[in-house]
């Protein structure tokens, strides 16, 4: 089945430096979209990118999708403690048999920020 | 209104019980799913729901059974399971289906808190 690898796994941090995940398919993507899971919690939406290239911007998150809609990535500039969690991209795949239309989350990144 | 409520937070059941989780929704969404999250792992798709009907099956063990029985109403009947089942079901809704918005923006997915599951 379609996979959206997720690198790195775990990421360790000092308040005020810069986290970035990144994401990659083999095949291209319809949609990417990125949750953030905290400790204990549930995925909640962050974002969801469409166009090849697109860049969108919330405070401190940068998120991008590549032009050829295969990788994506977060960037996270001045971490703060409330950075902490679990974040996950996730695909969606157009015309992929049973995966059509759903979301095939990666793996996932542990960020943890040392204050 | 933008919450997923699911019931209950957390349930131990025996293999040998009979049980349902509870999901419910009022944002007039018309898609819903049911995810499976075990620890440090991403959550994965069991069932989905479209218009009130099942449209994607995950390939999802017979005892677990999914019911729709409203567009506001999501249930996961679980019947004799195994250890290895317990996890963090997660219930999400959207207003379509992703299939029919794929390469359009909005349709966000909301996700309920989850309910814990430990079999024993």
């Known amino acids: 089945g379609q996979q959206v690898m997720q690198i790195p796994q775990y990421q360790h941090v000092q308040e005020g430096e810069d986290f970035t995940t990144y994401c990659n398919s083999s095949?291209?993507?319809?949609?990417i979209q990125w949750y953030k899971q905290r400790p204990g919690g549930h995925p909640v939406f962050l974002i969801q990118?469409?166009?090849?290239?697109e860049v969108k911007k919330q405070k401190r998150l940068t998120f991008q999708f590549g032009e050829a809609k295969k990788n994506s990535s977060l960037h996270i500039t001045a971490t703060q403690t409330t950075d902490v969690g679990t974040y996950f991209c996730a695909g969606i795949y157009l015309n992929y048999g049973g995966s059509q239309g759903n979301l095939i989350f990666g793996k996932g990144t542990k960020l943890s920020v040392k204050p | 209104d933008t919450e997923v409520t699911q019931t209950p937070k957390h349930l131990v059941m025996g293999m040998t019980n009979k049980k349902s989780l509870k999901c419910e929704q009022h944002m007039g969404h018309r898609a819903m799913y049911w995810y499976k999250q075990k620890a440090k792992k991403p959550p994965e798709l069991m069932f989905v729901?479209?218009?009130?009907?099942?449209?994607i099956n995950e390939s999802v063990p017979s005892r677990f059974s999914p019911e729709c029985p409203n567009s506001s109403l999501l249930n996961l009947h679980l019947h004799a399971l195994q250890p290895e089942d317990s996890a963090l079901y997660l219930c999400?809704?959207?207003?379509?289906?992703?299939?029919?918005?794929?390469?359009?923006?909005?349709?966000?997915?909301?996700f309920g808190e989850g309910s814990w599951l430990t079999v024993v």
């Open positions: 990118l469409v166009k090849s290239g």
């Open positions: 729901y479209s218009y009130e009907k099942l449209s």
């Open positions: 095949t291209t993507l319809s949609n």
């Open positions: 999400a809704s959207s207003q379509y289906h992703l299939s029919l918005t794929s390469g359009r923006g909005g349709n966000t997915i909301y």
